[in-house]
Structure formats: C-alpha cells, structure tokens
C-alpha cells in the first residue's frame, strides 16, 4: 500500500546504477562538498499510507466552501450554470480526454467532427461565417482580435471601454505593448459605453473599437449605434459576448460585427477555481485567413464519403513565422468539446429556456433588491447580473454572508474607483427564488 503507485523494484535501481557506470545513488551527489550537503532530516510529517493520507486530504477538503454546499451570487465572468451530466461522460472517454493535436485526420475523425461542431454552433449563436478550433479563454481572444485588427487596417490605436471585463482590458494591453499599439479606454455612463466620447476619439488611426455584450456590468449595449461609428473611417468592430446570451439576444454578427468573441464556460465548463476556460473567435468570411488558431474543416475522401480535416492553421509553428497571424500555438480540444456536448444536449430551444431562465430570475432579484429598499445602479436592460449598492465595503459584506451559507457577489470597488461598495450580482438558472429571497434578507441591514 505504501508503493501502490512506485512499481520499481531494488533490482531496477541497481540496473540503472550499474548502466551509467556508479555504486550507490550517494556517488551521483560526490562533486558536492561534504561540508554543504544537508545532513539532518526535513521538517516535514512522517509518510502515511495511503488510506490515512485519503482521510487527512478529505478532512481538509471537508473545510473549502463551493458551489455545490452553498448558492453562489459571483460571476464577473465565470458562472455557476447547469452541466449536463453527459458531459462528463462523454470527455472522460479516454480517445478524447488524452487526444493530441489531430494532425493525423485518418486517426482522429471523432474529434475532428466534434471541434466542426462547436465551430458550427458558434457561428449559429454569434451570427458570423467562421469560428476557430477554440483558444485559451475570453481574454485572449480578444487581445487577438486585436492583433488581427491592427494587422488587417495597418492601423494602431484600439478604442477599448471600460465597461469591457477589468481582466479582458488588461490582457488587450499587454498584447498591445509588445505589438506598439496605443489602447484608448473610453469611459462609461449609466453601465454602458458612452457614444459621446466614442464618437469624439474616432479618427482615421482606430484600427477597431471593442466592446462587450453583455458588459461587465451585466448591462447590454446598444450595438446598433456602436456599429456605424466603429466602421466611419474603415476601423473594425469587435464584440466580446457571453455565447449564453445569444441565445436570446440579437447577435453581434447582425449588428454588422466584423469579430466576435468571448468564453464558452458557460457551456459545460465548470467554475473550478476560475479555469481552464475556452475562448471562442469567430469572424466575417473576408477574414477567414487571418484568424488565429486552426480551423477545421468539412471534406470528402476519394469514395465520396464525409470526413474532416485541419483545413487552416495560421500559425508559426506551421507556417513562416513572418506569415502567421499568432503565436497560439495550442487551442483548448477538450473544453470545446465540454462545449459542444453541452450545447447539443441543451438544442436550440433548451439554450434559448436556459438564456430566458437566466433573465427572469435576475429580474425577480432585482426587483426585490428594490422593493427591500436597495439602489440598484444602472436602469439600462440587462442579462443576468446588475450592480447592487450598499452601505459598506463589500469585501465585509461578503464575509458575513459567506457566515450564513451564502457566496456573495463581485466587488466592483477593486477594478472601479468610483464604484466602491457597489456588488455586482449573478443570478444563474441554477438560483431559485428561496436562495434570492434569503441572499436579499440576509444583505438587508446593509442597503445604502
């Protein structure tokens, strides 16, 4: 039991020994001096077996607070939603959970098929002509739209609200810097970019304009308007959007979008402590070549019959690098494939309930917050989260409610200065109304 998973054996280690010409393992450490190698022993606990080492690390595991033991009100990007239970099924089966880069189509049509896919089914939600294979997460994908922005107009100024995920501005930033583009935040008013300075900052050197939908304040942009000013001197627009939400949203793609992107967790990926995730990229048919990632691709064999291949693969470890388009050089097969089994056994009508859920039980929240006496911020539509002030810092706030069972919302006073004691609230399909009445009650002393 001590070496359950340790198979070599004495005669194993005086094999190896023997075969590069030692004694003992102590010969290996001989150039080292006596007189500065450890001798005593390390202050560490005594081994265990492993049914003792099982119960000490369930013990510990015993103390953590979850999703699962206690309803949680965070999102800011990573949300507590419903996971098929098929899901796991599914990408625990080994050909997939320890599947390799699927250079060889012959080998790997099974996952060649599922990555088709979910490359079908973001472009369905998103309204756009084309969708990459997956990459890391909703923040670099949309540094790279970015990138591929800057590179398409030959333009380098990146007008950025502020209304945009705090993390997402930050990456665009470093991707930025390396690449010598200038990012230009452009503030908010009422949750939502503010056109008026948008309009003022358009010139002829904004190589796109960014902006997220829903917004980090859960509030919805007006695309419509956003659009004919992004594209007034031949600029791009990039949208960053939860792919839930296009479920029920008019898409990005029909508000004239050139790039879509943005985090498919919300599809079969749980929270687990803020990754691994799955960015999505999808774009307009004119840009097809110049996305990052790798694409695959629908084909025929020589008897006719259906079979996928890696059509694109714009990288530099496939390409010149002076002809990529990126230096991705993984994308995320496994969470995209958690995607695309969430989304089929979702369908079309079951995405669309889980979008409406997620919207009517955020508005029965917020209807209460302001029935029980809360200013609720920003009066614009919105999703599934809103902006809740209260009377004290809600890191405290949160402590107390962590105190009764309950995982509060996010604090809006680390990334917004003026925004201070302000929450931002998620509320899920998975919340019932027990849990929003009790998180109300339970934060009614603290109202502004």
Known sequence: MLHRYLPMTEEDKQQMLQTIGVQSIDELFADIPESVRFQGEYNIKRAKSEPELMKELMAL??????????????????????????????????????????????????????????????????????????MYDGGTALAEAALLSAAHTKKKKVLLSSAVHPEYREVVKTYAKGSGLEVVEIPYENGVTNIRVLQEEMDEDVACVIVQYPNFFGQIEPLKDIEPIAHAHKGMFVVASNPLALGILTPPGQFGADIVVGDAQVFGIPTQFGGPHCGYFAVKSALMRKIPGRLVGQTTDEEGRRGFVLTLQARE??????????????????????ASVAMTALGKRGVKEMATMNIQKAHYAKEAFVNAGFHVVFSGPFFNEFVVRLSKPVAEVNKKLLEKGIIGGYDLGRDYAELQHCM?????????????????????????
């Open 424 to 448: 931002l609230i998620a509320v899920t399909e998975l919340r019932t109304k027990e849990e929003i009445d009790m998180l109300v009650k339970e934060l009614g002393d603290y109202h502004a």
């Open 317 to 338: 470890q496939h390409i010149r690098r002076d002809k990529a388009t990126s230096n991705i050089c993984s994308n995320q097969a496994l969470n995209a494939l958690a």
């Open 61 to 134: 595991a015993a103390k953590n607070v979850d999703i699962k033991t206690h309803p949680s009100f965070l999102g800011a990007g990573v949300y507590d939603h419903y996971i098929p239970t098929i899901v796991d099924h599914v990408i625990s089966r080994s050909e997939f959970y320890t599947a390799y880069t699927p250079y060889q189509p012959e080998i790997s049509q099974g996952e060649l098929q599922a990555i088709f896919e979910y490359q079908t089914m973001i472009c369905e939600l998103t309204g756009m002509d084309v969708a990459n294979s997956s």
